[in-house]
């Protein structure tokens, strides 16, 4: 198994490489960007915003703010 990726390491090109760590790197943004929105959701609900100001400064749909209120 260690052999096999060693294989596949060596196949890839330095573009390749460059290709499968930026996918990485823009999953991970997203990912990292949808969950201080949703942190930032929350906050505003404890805080009793209303929804419609929720949704305007996070950018969540109304299924997602509903989700956050519980």
Do not use: C, H, P, W
Request: a negative charge; charged letters at 40%; glycine letters at 8%.
């Amino acid at each position: 198994d260690k052999e096999r990726t060693q294989y596949l390491r060596a196949m890839l090109s330095d573009y390749d490489k460059k290709d499968i760590a930026d996918a990485y790197f823009e999953d991970g943004y997203e990912k990292g960007v949808e969950a201080n929105r949703l942190e930032t959701a929350s906050k505003m609900l404890e805080d009793r915003i209303g929804v419609d100001l929720v949704m305007k400064y996070t950018g969540l749909s109304m299924e997602q703010v509903e989700t956050l209120k519980g």
